[in-house]
């Protein structure tokens, strides 16, 4: 089975996206406003806490703490418009 790229890159932007980079060169937006004002991620509602997003070395994941990640083989297949991995 192949391996998904890892991101190697992630920058935030206004409005819930974020810009992210990937060992493959993809490279692109990505919304994440779908996910805003739920739950845990209501968190980012607290004073720009958004805006400290990160890749967590460990696993590879989008994060913002420790508790806070999102997967980023889905943001990748978001990406690459894509929806099945071969």
């Not at 992210?20 to 779908?34: A, C, P």
């Not at 805006?51 to 990748?76: G, H, M, R």
Request: net charge negative; hydrophobic share 40%; with cysteine.
């Amino acid at each position: 089975m192949k391996s998904f790229p890892i991101p190697t890159f992630v920058n935030p932007l206004d409005d819930f996206k974020i810009y992210l980079e990937y060992s493959d060169n993809t490279k692109g937006v990505v919304d994440l406003i779908h996910l805003a004002h739920k739950g845990v991620l209501k968190k980012w509602d607290e004073n720009n806490s958004f805006d400290s997003v990160f890749i967590n070395k460990e696993n590879n994941a989008i994060a913002w703490d420790d508790e806070l990640e999102i997967c980023p083989d889905t943001q990748y297949l978001k990406l690459v418009n894509n929806t099945k991995w071969a």
